[in-house]
């Protein structure tokens, strides 16, 4: 290829790069698989490689993150980074719109939006390029954290149009990497992130972006700072954001009265859980931006906006003992075990104490008085203790030294902040290991529930995975809650499961650091486990998405004489061995009704699992999300199908029934 052909080609790739990476992280509806995507991006790395000069700045391969920064940069805002008035009620949301109306008069209205939970950016472009992005910092200087945003695929590097302008947002992290963020990091024996925002916020403040590059961000833009252009509204300046490539959020509202803003906040308030982000509260703006300045600011925040914040989901209730968990890698964990206590909605009993620093740190003891928060579908945590209400007969909290299941002495691996029991053979592994093979993305054998399986270890009727295969119907009848039906129905499940495609398997063997997403990439990739198992670490790490400490965990995996041997019984026992699922990209089908859509599922399903219609719709080319939003092309409702079903009605979005399903599956 010459250096002309290079250029055109480069000059044709980028768009289309950014257009699949928008389609995908802004607009959450991608048109052609992730392998497309990789494939271009690939092509596009090699070409830069060869040539070069060819590289520029914003091109889509500059978002892996750069080299590590020794320090970072202070940023003086050209315009300061206000924060928002709160309101906690009603009362007080109705003396801020009285100010309002007291200001300007009736004739306004305001943009309701959600409040993120993340940390706020601005984020510089010069004729259209992305410059510079920085933290709030105090409001006046921030720190540049361009490389870090730069790795946020929602953020895009260049825009529609070749604008100078500062525009600002909330950088998140979504539930979903979060809570995968914490698994690994619990496997790794690594101090937990206590929420999202702490987490977006930790990986931004890194030096290097590397590690930004790996946690999964995203972004909601909301507002413009220095710009030369005219807006005459809010509404009209979110629209503005949107079409120059911006992700702004699409739950946006106008909002006349008060009425409507509470309405609004006590809808969002119930359905915070289902977002799949964090929200804090609800954000009202006047919407038309010379009534914005006729309000004028405070000293530090605008006087057209409010932030209603939900109640604090904090509560005080009494840790009565620590219990220990030991889970599938060995690491323990303390659980503290309350006094019953109703938070956002539910009863919570147990939460999280994360590790032993942590409970000195915060200095929390047994008998203490203790602060618990509860948010969305998070695991309750215990935040702070109170001191001031000891009594004298709290006791301070030891980790024991030997593993409470096999008595085998715990270990702290260096740089880890976990205690590990390293005994492979303990019983409380064993258990986890089976809970975890059993479950849904691995082999996904019903009637296999926790009490079902402690009682499977203690009639000696298994030792290991392979021994489930094994298991015969007069062993099971004589367990505790086992009768005919659900003894047969366990059998059936237990023997369908043998002809699941390799990767379930894969991912139930729980090799380390291989989640459900890697297992099929190395399904799709090696086909079978003897291929799998033979393959080189250099073979390994040649695929996309597999790293270095994901190669060496199943070099070192498949190296121990027990795993063989545990494969050669499972193999035995009829349990297959390869790979069976369609390869996602020839299994997209541009017929089907799905190809390219983005899918809600929502009520209860007769004829599939919604796993199992999810599945079936990624395969046939779409995407299945979890909430409804004007992006949204079509949504299956089953039975009792509630809130998202009433939103798709509103929005106008196709929906359909299960029996609507039937001429295409
Ligand atoms: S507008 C003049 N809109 O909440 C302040 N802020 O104290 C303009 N936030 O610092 C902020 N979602 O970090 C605005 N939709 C939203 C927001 C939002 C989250 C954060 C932001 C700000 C804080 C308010």
Redesign the pocket.
């Known amino acids: 290829m010459t250096h002309e052909e290079a250029k055109r080609r480069i000059d044709k790739l980028k768009p289309l790069i950014e257009k699949y990476n928008e389609e995908y992280h802004v607009n959450d509806a991608p048109s052609v698989p992730d392998s497309e995507y990789d494939r271009l991006k690939a092509e596009l790395i090699q070409l830069e490689e060869e040539y070069p000069d060819l590289k520029t700045d914003d091109s889509p391969t500059q978002r892996v993150g750069g080299p590590p920064l020794d320090s970072f940069q202070k940023v003086r805002h050209a315009q300061a980074?206000?924060?928002?008035d709160?309101a906690f009620d009603e009362a007080s949301l109705r003396d801020f719109d009285r100010r309002v109306r007291d200001g300007i008069g009736d004739s306004f209205s305001y943009v309701a939006?959600?409040?993120?939970?993340?940390?706020?950016v601005s984020l510089l472009y010069e004729n259209g390029r992305f410059v510079r992005g920085a933290t709030?910092g105090d409001g006046t200087t921030g720190e540049d954290i361009t490389e870090n945003l730069k790795t946020i695929h929602a953020i895009p590097l260049r825009l529609k149009e070749p604008v100078t302008i500062e525009v600002?947002g909330?950088a998140y992290m979504p539930k979903a990497s979060f809570k995968a963020l914490n698994e690994v990091r619990e496997e790794e024996g690594g101090a937990l992130f206590a929420n999202p925002r702490n987490a977006a916020a930790g990986s931004l403040r890194q030096l290097d972006p590397k590690i930004a590059a790996k946690r999964n961000l995203s972004i909601?833009v909301?507002?413009v700072g220095q710009f030369d252009g005219t807006l005459d509204s809010h509404s009209e300046t979110l629209d503005y954001l949107d079409t120059l490539g911006f992700k702004t959020?699409p739950e946006r509202q106008r909002c006349e009265t008060v009425e409507e803003a509470m309405a609004y906040v006590q809808y969002w308030s119930a359905r915070r859980a289902d977002l799949p982000y964090e929200?804090d509260g609800i954000?009202f703006?006047v919407d038309r931006l010379f009534q914005q300045e006729e309000l004028g600011f405070t000293a530090k925040?605008?006087r057209w906006?409010i932030?209603y914040k939900f109640p604090a989901e904090e509560v005080v209730t009494q840790l009565h003992e620590v219990e220990l968990n030991i889970g599938r890698t060995g690491v323990v964990t303390p659980t503290a075990i309350l006094e019953p206590v109703q938070v956002a909605g539910t009863t919570v009993q147990r939460a999280s104490l994360h590790n032993e620093d942590l409970i000195h740190e915060k200095d929390i003891r047994v008998g203490d008085y203790v602060i618990i928060k509860k948010a969305g579908d998070i695991i309750p945590e215990v935040v702070a203790s109170l001191p001031e209400r000891r009594t004298g007969e709290e006791e301070v909290f030891q980790m024991p030294k030997q593993c409470p299941e096999c008595d085998s002495e715990l270990i702290r691996i260096e740089g880890e902040v976990a205690l590990r029991c390293v005994n492979p053979q303990c019983p409380a592994q064993l258990r986890e290991a089976l809970i975890h093979f059993v479950s849904r993305n691995a082999m996904n054998i019903d009637g296999l529930g926790e009490k079902i399986i402690v009682q499977l270890f203690t009639h000696g009727l298994i030792q290991d995975v392979s021994d489930l295969y094994q298991l015969k119907y007069d062993q099971l009848i004589q367990l505790e809650r086992m009768g005919e039906k659900s003894t047969n129905n366990l059998l059936a499940s237990i023997d369908a499961s043998k002809g699941n495609s390799l990767e379930k398997l894969l991912f139930g063997l729980g090799i380390r650091f291989i989640g459900a997403k890697a297992a099929r990439t190395l399904a799709e990739r090696f086909h079978s486990m003897d291929h799998l198992r033979k393959a080189s670490k250099e073979e390994l790490l040649d695929v996309d998405e597999i790293g270095e400490k994901m190669a060496d965990a199943i070099v070192q995996y498949f190296e121990q004489p027990e795993v063989s041997a545990l494969l050669e019984r499972l193999e035995q026992a009829g349990v297959n061995m390869s790979y069976t699922g369609p390869i996602r990209e020839e299994a997209a089908n541009e017929e089907s009704p799905f190809y390219g859509k983005t899918v809600v599922l929502t009520g209860k399903l007769e004829r599939f699992t919604r796993g199992e219609l999810k599945d079936i719709i990624e395969q046939a080319g779409g995407k299945v999300t979890g909430s409804v939003s004007k992006k949204t092309d079509l949504v299956i409702a089953g039975e009792e199908a509630g809130s998202k079903r009433t939103k798709a009605e509103e929005l106008g979005i196709d929906i359909w029934s299960e029996a609507d399903l039937s001429p295409y599956i």
Not at 81 to 84: F, I
Not at 113 to 120: P, V, W
């Open positions: 980074m206000l924060s928002l709160n939006e959600l409040k993120i939970d993340g940390l706020a709030r600002r909330e909601f909301y507002s959020n929200i954000v703006k925040s605008p906006a932030a």
